[in-house]
């Protein structure tokens, strides 16, 4: 039902419920922020929704609307959209659902309380289930100042341009099952705490801390990403050398640092995925070496 108004529908939510094998909703763009009565004054909260799917994206809504969000929200929902609004926080309730995999909040327009976002969202049953987070171009505000996170099987965290420096994320490194990563533009004025490159058990297949300000040596990226995985480090402070780089590397964009040295490091993964190669602006030195001839699947380099 994407882009039908339903600013005129009072009591949508019952009618909604009364679906009883409903198990996906997709209401984006239908000016829910100007239905005056979402149910009626008699009707009673229930968590028995069939929904699995519920997407509520790009409706203005507030965070007043979380009390009628309460019935849709129940134990078989698994993924969430709630973005392109106006909200300015999440319920606790949002992290009490035992089958919620993904979660989006992505481009709201309120001033977010960072800390409480995370900890409502990692402090019940749903710690152990969401898999996804996404929440990029929020503004966050505040730091968490406890660093453990009970969110145990996050794969994937896209929250880029989400204001979260000036100091490095360091709560990060307690979601060990990342495989996918994502806090480019972020304000970040720091250096990355030790261990961070060696932290997850699992690989990564994307990573993208680019256009912050960190600085530090070159990390050494030997190790820990998957197949055809994508490193982008541009627009950052990171000096030296550039010595190891894995072989599984499809994407590796380290441009606009202050990387001295010469480049033999790509003679170790010649004969690896690599498809794109950003080394621009820095501060290179030296010969091209003579193994650049042979990548095979290189299309870009720059």
């Known amino acids: 039902m994407d882009g039908i108004s339903l600013a005129k529908q009072n009591h949508w939510v019952e009618v909604i419920l009364s679906l009883r094998k409903l198990s996906s909703l997709s209401l984006r763009g239908c000016e829910l ?12 909260n229930s968590s028995s929704s069939s929904i699995e799917f519920l997407s509520l994206e790009n409706n203005n809504l507030t965070s007043s609307m979380y009390h009628w969000l309460y019935p849709l929200t129940g134990n078989k929902l698994r993924a969430l959209y709630l973005s392109s609004n106006m909200l300015d926080g999440i319920p606790k309730y949002l992290g009490n659902l035992s089958s919620l995999e993904y979660f989006a909040f992505d481009n709201n327009s309120a001033v977010v309380n960072f800390p409480d976002f995370l900890n409502n969202l990692s402090s019940g049953c749903t710690s152990l289930t969401l898999h996804e987070l996404s929440a990029v171009h929020n503004r966050f505000i505040g730091t968490l100042s ?10 994937t965290l896209d929250m880029s341009s989400c204001n979260l420096g000036p100091h490095f994320p360091r709560w990060i490194q307690t979601l060990k099952n990342l495989s996918y990563l994502d806090i480019a533009n972020n304000e970040i004025s720091d250096t990355i705490p030790l261990g961070f490159w060696d932290m997850w058990p699992s690989e990564l297949t994307y990573l993208n801390l680019s256009s912050n300000n960190i600085s530090g040596k070159a990390p050494d990226l ?37 990387f001295s040295g010469g480049i033999s490091f790509l003679c170790q993964i010649v004969h690896g995925f690599l498809l794109v190669l950003d080394l621009s602006h820095n501060l290179l030195s030296g010969t091209l070496p003579d193994c650049l001839w042979h990548f095979k699947e290189l299309k870009i380099l720059i």
Not at 33 to 44: A, K, N, T
Not at 146 to 155: D, F, G, H, V
Not at 234 to 257: C, E, H, K, M, Q
């Open 146 to 155: 406890n660093e453990t996170l009970s969110l145990k099987n996050l794969a």
């Open 222 to 258: 030997s190790s820990n990403f998957g197949n055809n995985s994508i490193i982008d480090l541009s627009s950052n402070r990171f000096y030296g050398p550039i010595t190891n780089v894995s072989s599984t590397v499809a994407l590796l964009d380290l441009s606009r640092n202050k």
């Open 33 to 44: 922020s100007q239905v005056m009565y979402p149910y009626s004054s008699s009707f009673l």
